[in-house]
């Protein structure tokens, strides 16, 4: 009977196998999803539901890391921040760049299958804080979904890469955007959204996966009107969430509490885990009057996926006024605390505190500052809360404080590995003079923070500037999250690190911005191996086996909120098209140089502008920094200083009035500043420009490959 028993199973394997080869390609169901730990795929964006990003693949090991070579590369038709992780599943790679388009690569060859455009108007950049990337697909029974910048869901066949269903998840006359990778749980297809800076009301959404039919959708706020939505989220909104709000500018702003990134799901819970972002305006005075602690912002939110019922929250940081979210990357692990088993959730948020969670119901096990912070002393066992240093909330006096708004981990992902009980956390340390204010009044579709950020100009003089600029930097912290203390750090020179892979090599993969891959030991933190990627490198590598080769990909390519929100502390860099490269062991392949484009410095022999300088200075610093950098100090956008649109008034006022270069991104800020205001902004830039007249031109990149 037994022989009988097996030799069903057996068969029944055969069939099950014969029947997911029929199926086509990209044909990834629950069963795979959570066998994706054990296995060389790539299923989702953090490998599999638990994202705890390790790889049980070892044929790439501590002892020959050092025989790593280029397998195959590919260059893209995008300049901007490669944040996506990619997905390989069936012998296919799936990887999308920034503007939200998608590829389909041979994961062996490298050869091209297919690639998507969803074709975004240029204008839509605007609306995106931290430039148009894209962090991944989500790969489902045969199809491929992501998420586009101006706020599509599409579902694309995986065999050609055509459109299957889109539906637009976002109201299109708000600035919302995607940016996140989208999860499938249970046939939906759950994604949420960004923008809260410029005055959104957050919520998630999951939508049938085989329709595109909306399923349930939770606001992550309250309605601003105080009526029920006829949502998920009514129930707990009218119980808990309500309460917590008080008369403010949220009701003009929709209150944040953005759903940009993290998700996480525990099957035999069936609880779905989201990271939620901070409010609109950041300042809490502004926000709701400095009143309540304003749920779901900077919270952790346990959903029940089939219908979006809610389970429990726990906020890292009530009542938020600092941009502290807790969209960053949420973990699932057992771990054994204080000789029990425990079923935990870890995440290191921005305020700087690893939290380890009872995921079943919220509780808070342990949290401890996983960086340097300022604005905390510690969190209360008791009732889960932050403890406070005086005039952290700004509200009488500026404060100097650590982190600021990027966080002491921002994005850019963590990774576990479950055989030594480490988690490695790309951190940064990014101080920010918080000043309330008083002046702030909402306006639509520009940033409302209720901070000044003439506050956070950088000094002119020599001395001092070097002085700030040392104390911003970036390191990679294996972390004992039983123990909560760091077991080893590699300090980084640029505080803007990428994200992590742990593998079962005993290695640890991390990128660099100043356009570096390298591999450490995953015990104490030696640099075994490294490969200069010739362009900057933020997103987090991933692995995968085809046949007995295991292969390495990370997307290459600088870019996001760090270039533009601490520059001074970067690499100069030209903008470079961004690429993925592909690695194996005894890998020959060799990528070609980057160009190497110069822009010379313009000659502002004669030219003048009618403009007042301190007037500009302050109108830049409170419409312009975002993008183009404290005191007009450049990014990966268009170094304002060397710009030739510079030289002339008229083109000036073309671009910044009369949205000449609107679909490049460059959206007419008419609506926040007349024609005058733009000439003082140009006078001011002018004097920049003087003052970095003798200095070197953009630097050359580095040749791919080199070691």
């Given at each position: 009977?037994n022989?009988?028993?097996?030799?069903?199973?057996l068969?029944?394997?055969?069939?099950?196998s014969?029947c997911?080869?029929?199926?086509?390609?990209g044909n990834?169901d629950?069963r795979?999803?959570?066998a994706a730990?054990?296995?060389g795929e790539?299923?989702?964006?953090g490998?599999?539901?638990?994202?705890q990003r390790?790889?049980?693949?070892?044929?790439?090991?501590?002892?020959?890391v050092?025989?790593?070579g280029l397998?195959?590369?590919?260059?893209?038709?995008?300049d901007?921040g490669?944040?996506?992780t990619?997905l390989?599943?069936?012998?296919?790679?799936?990887?999308?760049t920034?503007?939200?388009k998608?590829?389909?690569?041979?994961?062996?060859?490298?050869?091209q299958?297919w690639?998507?455009?969803?074709?975004v108007?240029?204008k839509?950049?605007f609306d995106?804080?931290?430039?148009?990337?894209?962090?991944g697909?989500?790969?489902?029974?045969?199809r491929?979904?992501?998420?586009?910048?101006?706020?599509?869901?599409?579902a694309l066949?995986a065999?050609?890469?055509?459109?299957?269903?889109e539906?637009?998840?976002?109201d299109?006359?708000k600035p919302y955007?995607?940016?996140?990778a989208?999860?499938?749980i249970k046939?939906?297809?759950?994604i949420?959204n960004g923008g809260?800076?410029?005055?959104v009301?957050g919520y998630i959404?999951a939508?049938?996966a085989a329709?595109?039919?909306?399923?349930?959708?939770?606001?992550?706020v309250?309605?601003?009107?105080?009526?029920?939505?006829g949502a998920?989220?009514?129930?707990?909104?009218?119980?808990?969430?309500?309460?917590t709000w008080s008369?403010?500018e949220?009701k003009?702003t929709?209150?944040?509490?953005?759903?940009w990134d993290?998700i996480?799901?525990?099957p035999?819970?069936?609880?779905?885990?989201?990271?939620?972002g901070?409010?609109t305006?950041w300042?809490?005075q502004?926000?709701?009057?400095g009143?309540?602690d304003?749920?779901?912002?900077?919270?952790?939110l346990?959903l029940k996926?089939?219908?979006g019922?809610y389970?429990?929250?726990?906020?890292?940081?009530p009542?938020?006024s600092?941009?502290?979210?807790?969209?960053q990357?949420?973990m699932?692990?057992?771990?054994k605390i204080?000789?029990?088993?425990?079923k935990?959730?870890?995440q290191?948020?921005k305020?700087?505190?690893?939290?380890?969670i009872?995921?079943?119901?919220g509780?808070?096990?342990s949290?401890?500052?996983?960086?340097n912070i300022s604005?905390?002393t510690?969190?209360?066992?008791?009732?889960?809360?932050?403890?406070?240093?005086?005039?952290a909330r700004?509200?009488?006096?500026?404060?100097m404080?650590?982190p600021?708004?990027l966080?002491a981990?921002?994005?850019?992902?963590?990774?576990?590995?479950?055989?030594n009980?480490?988690?490695y956390?790309?951190t940064?340390?990014?101080?920010f003079?918080y000043t309330?204010?008083?002046?702030?009044?909402y306006?639509?579709?520009?940033?409302n923070v209720?901070?000044d950020?003439?506050?956070?100009?950088?000094?002119?003089?020599?001395?001092?500037?070097?002085?700030v600029?040392a104390?911003v930097?970036?390191?990679?912290?294996?972390w004992?999250p039983?123990k909560?203390?760091?077991?080893?750090t590699?300090?980084?020179p640029?505080?803007?690190?990428?994200?992590?892979l742990s593998?079962a090599g005993?290695?640890?993969?991390q990128?660099s911005a100043?356009?570096?891959l390298s591999?450490?030991d995953s015990?104490?933190?030696?640099?075994?191996?490294?490969y200069?990627t010739?362009n900057?490198v933020?997103?987090a590598?991933?692995s995968?086996?085809i046949g007995?080769?295991q292969?390495?990909?990370?997307?290459?390519g600088?870019g996001?909120?760090?270039?533009?929100s601490?520059p001074g502390s970067?690499?100069?860099?030209?903008?470079?098209?961004?690429?993925l490269?592909v690695?194996?062991l005894?890998g020959?392949a060799?990528?070609?140089?980057?160009?190497?484009?110069v822009?010379?410095?313009?000659n502002?022999?004669g030219v003048?502008s009618?403009?007042?300088v301190?007037?500009?200075?302050?109108?830049?610093?409170?419409?312009c920094?975002?993008?183009?950098?404290?005191?007009a100090?450049?990014?990966w956008?268009?170094?304002?200083k060397r710009s030739p649109?510079?030289t002339?008034?008229?083109?000036w006022k073309?671009?910044?009035i009369?949205?000449?270069s609107?679909?490049r991104?460059m959206a007419s800020f008419?609506?926040?500043?007349d024609a005058?205001g733009a000439e003082d902004?140009?006078a001011?830039?002018i004097?920049?420009?003087?003052k970095?007249?003798t200095?070197?031109?953009t630097?050359?990149p580095?040749?791919a490959?080199?070691?």
């Open positions: 009977m022989f009988l028993r097996i030799g069903l199973a068969a029944l394997a055969v069939t099950v014969a997911q080869k029929a199926a086509g390609p990834v629950a795979r999803l959570e730990a054990s296995n790539w299923l989702s964006y490998k599999d539901y638990n994202e390790f790889s049980p693949l070892d044929k790439i090991n501590a002892s020959n050092k025989d790593l397998a195959w590369y590919a260059e893209f038709d995008t901007r490669q944040e996506a990619p390989m599943i069936d012998g296919v790679l799936y990887t999308t920034a503007w939200s998608v590829f389909a690569f041979d994961a062996k060859t490298g050869k299958l690639k998507y455009d969803p074709k108007e240029g839509k950049g995106a804080c931290c430039d148009v990337v894209n962090r697909v989500a790969v489902w029974k045969g491929v979904y992501v998420g586009t910048i101006d706020g599509r869901l599409v066949n065999k050609d890469g055509t459109v299957a269903w539906v637009q998840t976002t299109t006359s955007t995607i940016t996140g989208p999860r499938v046939d939906k297809v759950l949420g809260a800076e410029y005055g009301r959404t939508y049938d329709t595109g039919k909306q399923v349930w959708r939770f606001y992550t309250p309605n601003p009107t105080g009526a029920p939505d998920a989220s009514d129930k707990v909104m009218a119980e808990k969430g309500n309460a008369d403010g949220w003009k929709g209150g944040g509490g953005t759903a993290s996480a799901y525990d035999k819970l069936d609880l779905v885990f989201f990271g939620i901070n409010g305006p300042n809490h502004r926000r709701s009057g009143k309540g304003n749920l779901f912002l900077s919270s952790i346990a996926p089939d219908t019922a389970a429990w929250h726990y906020q890292t940081t009542a938020e600092w941009d502290y979210t807790a969209t990357h949420i699932l692990a057992d771990l204080d000789g029990q088993d425990r935990v959730l870890m290191a948020p305020n700087g505190f690893f939290y380890v009872d995921r079943a119901n509780q808070l096990i949290a401890k500052p996983y960086a604005w905390a510690g969190v209360d066992m008791k009732t889960g809360r932050p403890i406070e240093t005086a005039g700004y509200e009488k006096a500026a404060v404080q650590v600021g708004p966080g981990h921002n994005w850019q992902p963590m990774a576990f590995n479950p055989k009980g480490l988690v956390i790309p940064n340390v990014t101080p003079a309330d204010d008083k002046a702030f009044s306006k639509a579709g520009a940033w209720g901070v950020f003439l506050a956070n100009a950088l000094p002119t003089d020599e001395a001092t500037l070097k002085a600029t104390m930097r970036g390191s990679l912290v294996a004992d039983v909560q203390k760091a077991v080893w590699v300090e980084h640029y505080f803007w690190n990428a994200g992590v593998t005993s290695l640890v993969f990128g100043e356009g570096e591999a450490y015990a104490g933190g030696k640099k075994l191996w490294s200069k010739g900057g933020i997103a590598p991933m995968y086996q007995n080769d292969y390495v990909a990370v997307m290459v600088v996001g909120g760090g270039q533009i601490a970067m690499p100069t860099r030209p903008r470079l098209p961004g690429r490269l690695f194996k005894g020959t060799k990528a070609a140089d980057f160009p190497a484009p822009q010379a410095p313009i502002l022999t003048s009618t403009g007042d301190q007037h500009g200075f302050a109108l830049f610093h409170q419409n920094q975002v993008c183009h950098g404290p005191n100090s450049g990014s956008l268009p170094d304002l649109i510079l002339t008034a008229e083109n073309g671009v910044v009369d949205g000449a609107a679909t991104g008419s609506r926040f500043i005058k902004i140009r001011y830039v004097s920049e420009a003087r970095a007249a200095a070197p031109t630097a050359a580095m040749p490959g080199s070691h």
